[in-house]
T-cell receptor, first 112, second 113 residues
């Protein structure tokens, strides 16, 4: 049973606009959340993270929001750039178990 | 430079043969992981190891085996018992503790013919 879900397999956005990626989780023990970016035939690279004691974390063009009551997090990319075209994975972990559980990914395409 | 090295990048094997994928890290990380990526299914955990000489099954361990004899190395063997071995395999490592992210290698594409 998948504990981290990304229900939108793809997202197309115009360059300069905002990209919003969503992620839901079912395990209430998760207390650390991460977003990874992946290009084809390469390993994922870490993008941004948030712990459960916060509801927002910002790093440049990337902001992650966490809604613990809804078990939902989102990644905002603004403004979107052509180099942002990639697959984005949401991941989560619990402090008593260091393995990461990943969602299925969302493919973002930024149109010129 | 520090990092995780997976080799080879592409690997072809005949059905019924065992094959071992290499993963080496020089980041001095305690934990290491193996994931498998299939289209539309994201990354699924095969095995992970938090310390040397100890490892745990992940969500899809059947047909795979691992060893962790050294901190730097975590090889994965895909055995003939794995029913659908063709996939993209990713190795990762992380320091222990909350608030640490995993660093990934470049992956190995295994094709069984």
């Amino acid at each position: 049973d998948q504990q981290v879900k990304q229900n939108s397999p793809s997202l197309s956005v115009q360059e300069g606009r905002i990209s919003i990626l969503n992620c839901d989780y079912t395990n209430s023990m998760f207390d650390y959340f991460l977003w990874y970016k992946k290009y084809p035939a390469e390993g994922p690279t870490f993008l941004i993270s948030i712990s459960s004691i916060k509801d927002k974390n910002e790093d440049g063009r990337f902001t992650v929001f966490l809604n613990k009551s809804a078990k939902h997090l989102s990644l905002h990319i603004v403004p979107s750039q052509p180099g942002d075209s990639a697959v984005y994975f949401c991941a989560a972990s619990a402090s008593n178990d260091y393995k990461l559980s990943f969602g299925a990914g969302t493919t973002v395409t930024v149109r010129a | 430079d520090g990092g995780i090295t997976q080799s080879p990048k592409y690997l072809f094997r005949k059905e019924g043969q065992n094959v071992t994928l290499s993963c080496e890290q020089n980041l001095n990380h305690d934990a290491m992981y193996w994931y498998r990526q299939d289209p539309g299914q994201g990354l699924r955990l095969i095995y992970y190891s938090q310390i040397v000489n100890d490892f745990q099954k992940g969500d899809i361990a059947e047909g795979y085996s691992v060893s962790r004899e050294k901190k730097e190395s975590f090889p994965l063997t895909v055995t003939s018992a794995q029913k659908n071995p063709t996939a993209f395999y990713l190795c990762a490592s992380s320091p222990q503790g909350l608030g640490t992210e995993a660093f990934f290698g470049q992956g190995t594409r295994l094709t069984v013919v």
